[in-house]
């Protein structure tokens, strides 16, 4: 092995930030032993000393039972920070930066985590810790998944919920909203404490300390009356200066229409803070240190937009005033849970009427008072000021235990990059079949900013779990040799194998957090990385699928290079570390056992047909999309239309015509694909057959796309062929045509066969075995794998020669597609 090429390029790599956090964390995760009554408080990635981590704190330094243990606060901002300066000469509190030795000393070490947000992609826990992740608030704004955006945003949030041993939750509405939109509900293994918010028993508790700096520091008059402006973030980072220029006149004009007998003071978020300090405020803007819950405590009325803040202001029952000039984009932007138009104050859209609401005393209305009282019952209902005293007691003194939901397997499955392609359709397929009753599926891929990636994964079932890799892998120095050993001389040394299944056991926690894995599956069997961890990992059952003769990939050429060699073979040397190896066509499966056998056992080959999406295949049946309009005195069919800033975007092709015989492809562009020899093929029928009115449909995208359009061009026959590209209408678009067309050199069980067996569509398949296996002797119609044997099965189809048996039971063949799934998932070996 090329040891000196290694280590050139770990140094190197160490340059980069990220690499060397993950390595640096690693050497104290190695190092470090838990130190037993250690405690870890980060809030806000350490930006402040505050919410309910600094309400877990200050109880314990209270409580002379807790006098042994040592605090460490992550702070990396402390000038003028009035906490810090309270605390730092305390012998058993010591405080910290992110991504600092002390900080992946503490981190790896300390006995207790508490932690407001998240710890960073790079933290794994280890199973001594107790982590407590206390959240920052009920939810009025969407969460997770339930967010616009990238399907991904909420990936690094994920992982730190299902890696904490406690999640505190205020209410029954936050618990469910905080699991469901992080894809957690089914397979969190902790515990929540649905008992209130430990940071607002500051609100119902006076802070002497605090009350003296607001009015010895600020010199702030409490005998008026106290009104709060907290406004929640807006935007994107970055984009300061416009909210800046937004919010700063609506301060001054609020202020202004205020009595002399009220102080308007203001609370901002961390991102514009530093610039409100800046911007010649007529108010008093508190200090970013101060703990928003102990101000409260001397808050007389809120003025707040989206914040979770009023959730909190709920136990004082003082008002709150809605302050929303901006709530439709708002909406449309971020998204919320409650309607907006029904919360326990008045809503305004203006400062003059948020002035003349405080005026007339608006919120006091019957309907308002009726609605805070509601919400108090709903949201607020367990605090009691003592909320904190029994979380402590929770996780401190009684005996920590997991729970896993033993009625559901948890199948961990790799499918491949979520790219256009038959590997995702079949996996999105399978996501909408599987029992959900006895599985729960969690699907993990690498994160991608592709809009194909994104789209894939929102077809995927509203039940399954999508989980998301970001990061790097944690190791030292002697597992990077050996991890590289791999990749560069595709190598694994079976006297090696604990080393890689520890580096992989401790991935796959840092990924996962400490869900139970009962199976993994690689769905792909196309990325090496991911088929090295899989097959590495200490799970009970590992099964990689073979889609296609695995051996011809190996050759297959693009653009003049074999594109998938150089990983297939790595990968091919994995497959004696799985259970099961599964083909997913029969004579595939006997092709695959043949070239493969000298690896592993026979006896681990074995056949696993994919499951279909039977609802999805008919819905267009019911609800059928496709349309005709005309542009510009030009005829032709919408397959989809969207909206998109206001403009309304419609892809369009030309019309099927019922005087026509329609061909149909559907496929990605590819080489094995073959859909230059269908277009020599279809050129040598027109010119065979000119008085015959026919079409060919082209569906699908790739990299031979330009060619291929080339390819039309130079033939002519650019008035009977159409290139679709990618649409969601495919199955409506098959179904509207007469014959589908499948040019493939090597397949494994194509499902675009299936799914025309199962429309009752005619079909014209080469001789290959992956087709073969679909269509055995009684479907469609096959033909010697040419231009000549395609051109002649569809000159026999144009003539009206060829009987097709239509009786495919689509129901049947899913039962027994999953059934045999399910088979090898349980078996024992």
Not at 279 to 289: E, M, S, T
Not at 728 to 740: A, G, I, K, M, N
Request: proline share 3%; aromatic share 12%.
């Amino acid at each position: 092995m090329d040891l000196a090429g290694v280590g050139k390029t770990y140094v190197r790599n160490m340059g980069k930030t990220y690499f060397a956090n993950s390595v640096n964390y690693m050497k104290q995760f190695k190092k470090n032993n838990i130190d037993e009554k250690t405690i870890l408080y980060e809030s806000m990635h350490g930006k402040g000393m505050n919410d309910s981590p600094y309400a877990f704190f200050k109880y314990l330094m209270e409580k002379p039972e807790f006098s042994e243990y040592k605090h460490i606060w992550v702070l990396n901002d402390r000038e003028n920070n009035q906490n810090y300066e309270f605390y730092k000469h305390y012998k058993n509190v010591k405080f910290i930066n992110t991504h600092t030795k002390e900080y992946f000393k503490y981190l790896s070490s300390s006995k207790y985590l508490i932690n407001s947000v998240s710890f960073p992609e790079y933290f794994i826990k280890k199973d001594e810790q107790i982590y407590i992740n206390t959240w920052h608030g009920t939810p009025l704004k969407t969460l997770g998944k339930d967010m616009g955006g990238k399907v991904f945003q909420h990936a690094n949030l994920q992982r730190n919920f299902l890696k904490a041993n406690y999640i505190i939750s205020p209410n029954e509405f936050s618990t469910e909203k905080l699991l469901a939109s992080h894809d957690m509900e089914k397979i969190f293994e902790g515990q929540v404490i649905e008992k209130g918010y430990p940071r607002i028993d500051s609100t119902l508790q006076k802070s002497i300390r605090t009350e003296g700096f607001l009015t010895d520091y600020l010199h702030i008059d409490l005998d008026k009356e106290i009104v709060l402006y907290a406004p929640t973030w807006r935007g994107e980072v970055g984009e300061v200066q416009e909210i800046l220029s937004d919010i700063v006149p609506k301060i001054a004009e609020i202020s202004q229409g205020l009595k002399s007998s009220q102080t308007l003071i203001v609370k901002a978020h961390t991102l514009i803070y530093e610039q409100l300090k800046n911007a010649d405020l007529p108010v008093q803007l508190i200090p970013n240190w101060i703990d928003t819950n102990e101000l409260l405590y001397f808050v007389d009325i809120l003025i707040t937009d989206y914040s979770s803040i009023f959730f909190d202001f709920l136990v004082t029952d003082r008002p709150v005033i809605y302050y929303m000039y901006d709530k439709e984009q708002y909406i449309e932007e971020r998204g919320v849970y409650l309607d907006l138009d029904n919360l326990p104050g008045p809503v305004y859209r203006t400062a003059k009427e948020v002035i003349n609401g405080i005026k007339s005393k608006e919120y006091l209305n019957e309907k308002h008072l009726s609605v805070y009282k509601k919400f108090k019952e709903k949201f607020s209902s367990h605090e009691n000021g003592r909320v904190t005293e029994y979380c402590v007691n929770k996780i401190f003194l009684e005996e920590k235990v997991r729970i896993k939901d033993t009625t559901r397997k948890n199948i961990l499955v790799y499918g491949g990059g979520m790219l256009n392609n038959g590997i995702t359709a079949s996996l999105i397929n399978l996501s909408h079949s599987i029992d959900y009753q006895k599985y729960n599926l969690i699907i993990i891929d690498a994160k991608k900013n592709s809009e194909e990636f994104q789209d894939n994964i929102r077809k995927l079932n509203k039940n399954t779990v999508v989980m998301y890799r970001s990061g790097y892998i944690q190791h030292t120095y002697k597992e990077w040799i050996y991890y590289n050993r791999f990749f560069r001389k595709k190598e694994v040394e079976d006297s090696k194998l604990s080393i890689y299944q520890t580096l992989f056991d401790r991935e796959l926690k840092r990924l996962i957090g400490d869900v139970t894995i009962d199976v993994v599956i690689d769905f792909s069997g196309y990325v090496p990385f991911w088929s090295f961890l899989l097959s590495m990992v200490t799970v009970p059952k590992k099964i990689i699928y073979q889609h296609s003769d695995m051996l011809s990939e190996t050759k297959k050429v693009v653009n003049g290079k074999k594109n998938h060699e150089l990983n297939l073979t790595k990968v091919f040397i994995l497959y004696k570390y799985f259970n099961y190896i599964a083909s997913v066509g029969e004579n595939t499966l006997k092709i695959n056992k043949n070239n493969f056998s000298h690896i592993t056992s026979k006896d681990k080959f074995v056949y696993i047909p994919n499951a279909m999406n039977v609802d999805k295949l008919f819905e267009h049946r019911k609800n059928p999309k496709l349309h005709n309009i005309k542009v510009n005195e030009n005829e032709l069919m919408a397959l989809e239309d969207t909206v998109n800033g206001g403009m309304l975007q419609i892809k369009a092709v030309k019309p099927i015509k019922e005087d026509e015989i329609n061909f149909i492809n559907i496929g990605r562009l590819s080489p094995e694909k073959d859909q230059e020899k269908l277009l020599m093929a279809f050129a040598k029928l027109v010119n065979k057959f000119p008085k015959k009115k026919m079409h060919l449909y082209i569906v699908g995208s790739g990299v031979l796309e330009n060619k291929l359009k080339n390819i039309t061009n130079m033939l002519s026959l650019e008035r009977h062929v159409t290139f679709v590209g990618q649409t969601d209408s495919v199955f409506e678009l098959l179904d509207r045509c007469d014959c589908f067309v499948f040019s493939s050199n090597h397949e494994g069980q194509p499902m675009t066969l299936l799914e025309s067996l199962a429309l009752g569509k005619d079909i014209i398949a080469t001789d290959i075995p992956g087709n073969r296996s679909v269509l055995g002797n009684s479907y469609g119609y096959i033909v010697e794998n040419s231009v000549e044997g395609l051109c002649v099965g569809m000159g026999k189809y144009l003539n009206h020669e060829i009987i097709f048996n239509k009786d495919f039971d689509v129901v049947k063949y899913n039962e027994e597609a999953l059934k045999t799934l399910y088979k090898y998932i349980e078996n024992k070996n």
